[in-house]
């Protein structure tokens, strides 16, 4: 079935490092993924997301990089700031409009 | 504020009652979504609505749980007969739904059942 997993549930990072979330999927059907940001207490924030054409897309301090032939997605965080600290989800899309599949989250812990 | 709102944010109710949950998406979005959430779980899909129309629900969707979006615009979700199984955070999200995918959520309703 479709699933959407993370290698790590916990990264702790030292503030101004870098930081990389990885997330592996099943269903090579899919052709839209998006990361989320979720705070303690609030709904998930949408942070960056990319479509099955591209291998890569940047945003502001953020980067998701797809690699379709492992069924990969990761997303880099620039310059960590205690501010990213949150629970940060995967999630795939296999048709536009339609549900998306989340993956259980890891959690990014910046150390000042 | 121009975001998904939710309505109560948090409800904490006795095993056996009806609880009712509001969504109201943003304006010009379509499409709209509800999700649950258990601690340390990402979100899963409930069901979601083009406009008025009811066109997914999930097999989590038992017969105790209804949606409605009757007229296009905000959402409700109920639950009759509430079991403690039921806690937890149901979500919101909606989006254009033309040619866009991004979904935008709402802050939730933590439901607790005591």
């Known amino acids: 079935g479709e699933s959407v997993g993370l290698h790590l549930p916990t990264l702790s990072v030292q503030e101004g490092d870098n930081s990389i979330i990885n997330c592996a999927y099943s269903?090579?059907?899919?052709?839209?993924f998006i990361w989320y940001k979720q705070e303690s207490g609030k709904g998930p924030q949408f942070i960056i997301d990319i479509r099955s054409n591209m291998d890569k897309r940047q945003g502001q301090r953020v980067t998701v990089l797809l690699n379709k032939t492992v069924k990969h997605l990761s997303l880099q965080i620039a310059a960590t700031q205690p501010g990213d600290s949150a629970v940060y989800f995967c999630a795939e899309n296999k048709e536009y409009g339609n549900k998306l599949v989340f993956g259980a989250g890891t959690i990014l812990r910046v150390k000042s | 504020d121009t975001g998904v709102s939710q309505d109560p944010r948090h409800k904490i109710t006795k095993r056996g009652q009806n609880v009712t949950f509001r969504c109201d998406p943003i304006s010009e979005h379509n499409r709209l979504y509800w999700y649950r959430q258990t601690l340390g779980q990402g979100p899963e899909f409930l069901t979601y609505?083009?406009?008025?129309?009811?066109?997914?629900k999930s097999r989590l969707l038992s017969d105790r749980f209804s949606a409605e979006r009757p007229k296009g615009s905000f959402s409700t979700l109920e639950i009759q007969r509430t079991e403690q199984g039921d806690s937890a955070m149901y979500l919101c999200?909606?989006?254009?739904?033309?040619?866009?995918?991004?979904?935008?959520f709402g802050p939730g309703t933590r439901l607790t059942v005591t």
């Open positions: 999200a909606s989006s254009r739904g033309t040619g866009a995918y991004e979904q935008y």
């Open positions: 609505f083009q406009n008025e129309a009811q066109l997914e």
């Open positions: 269903n090579s059907a899919s052709d839209y």
